[in-house]
């Protein structure tokens, strides 16, 4: 092998450019740390340059429960214009609508403002471990490799892989083996908003509506769909098991189960939505054979609801399909075990605690295979705290986990993984690395003083108390 290994050094290097690891970047930048961003793909921003909504934003009350760097994101791209904002779904949540073209945009401006230093094209592959503390990971691109040390490493990667080479505990799945279903979102123009919205108020059976307190449980379905029509946005969920669906699927002109067929407004100008539908379920992504052989069978799923909702769905008679997502969605693979695991019961009960660095709203949501799905709000349309100590691998001295791969276990997952509470978990990672520095024992995650983390992230605009 005629390689020789380059070398780099910054204080804190960020492994994943989602949306955890953008919010980890800025943070860490922010405080003065020379950061390092390394993504494996094209672009950063994950899936918030997709075509979905930010989800967990805001619990089912209204309230913003999550501030920050996804704030500060927010903000650019409503600058930068097209930006739709926070929409109440008449099911169980309010989410912000975003246009993924402009938020590519809107996401590198803010990066780049910190000054975060950005390799795409650039994959992890391997970590240098002394006694628990990664000393350095090597990064292959077409430089060939490079060992990049750091004080901080904050593995973002979705998957847990630098965590899980520096020897942490992964957790996977459930005990059946079963994954959340892989996705590919699309995007068609051209949609009129007032008929698909009166189909809506003339066919509710079609819709999921009012399963909160706070969302129309008061109402028929009738009137939640009136609500929505009110509204005036495409926001529409159209149920698996409803008669639009279930004749769609009968006549074979929809020619894939599906839980949902989701339509999230992402611009007006266009008229055009995002469609969260296609569906293979109970495929490990890790497995990159069967992640690029899912892409096929995916894209005939586009095709086919392209065609259904042209012939079936009214407003959508002259509209035209126009864009795919730039990579199949993945909802779930490895989760890392940290000191503390969040649990389905914390989401559930609205757990608040002393050394929350973040918050999350999100129903346990948990995509299964053909048109099952669960969906469990948060009591009394609240929120939860997220313990500092997820953040920290069991067993690793300077790794912080954020995002997809978070320490929680599949239901405290399901909820949590959505983009709100895991750019909150990116803002705390990358102020508490940067915190670590000044410790007498550099990066060392333990001895970060989590009340003062608290402060740090209230002083950047994060939300740590005062929601429901
Ligand atoms: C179909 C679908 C629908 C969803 N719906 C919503 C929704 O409506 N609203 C919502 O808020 N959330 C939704 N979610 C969940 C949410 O979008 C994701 O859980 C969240 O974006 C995960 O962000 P992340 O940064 O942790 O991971 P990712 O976005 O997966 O980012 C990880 C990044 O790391 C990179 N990477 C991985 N390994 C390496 C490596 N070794 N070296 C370098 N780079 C690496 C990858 O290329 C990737 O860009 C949905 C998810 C899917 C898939």
Redo the contacts with the bound molecule.
Sequence with gaps: MAQKLNRAHYDVVV????????AAAISAAKKGARTLL????TM?G???I?G??????MNARGEWIVGGSMKEILDEHARLGGYIGPIKDWRLIW?VCIDPEIMKIAVSNVVRRHGVHVWLY????DVVVDRGEVTGIV?LNKRQRTLVTADVFID????G??AMMAGAETMVSNEKGEF??????FRISGVKSEPLLRFCVDQPENLAVGESEWMGADLTPRECAQKLYDQGQPAIFFKGNGPLIQEGIRSGKLKYETALI?L?PVSKERGEVSI?TTRIANIDATDTVKLSDAFGTLVDQVWSCVDFMRSSVPGFEDAHFSGLSH?????ETRRIRGDTVLTGDDVLNARKRDDGIGKGA?HIDI?QDGIKQVRIPVKHGGSYDMPYDMLIPRGVKNVYV?????SADREGHGSA????P??AQ?DAAGLGAVMSMALNDRGDLRGVHVGRLRDGIRAMSGIVDGTH
């Excluded at 990579?327 to 909802?331: E, K, L, M, P, Q």
């Excluded at 993984?417 to 709100?420: A, F, K, Y």
Aim: aromatic share 4%; hydrophobic share 40%; glycine share 20%.
């Design positions: 492994v994943g450019g989602g949306c955890a690891g953008v390394i993504e494996a793909g950063i994950g899936e918030l997709t979905l909504p930010v989800d967990g934003a989410y650039s994959f992890a592959e990064v973002c990667s979705g998957d892989d630098i959340q279903p892989l996705t590919m979102l989701g999230i969260n990579r199949v969605g993945i909802r999100h995509h954020a995002g997809r791969c978070m993984r959505v983009m709100g895991c750019m990116g």
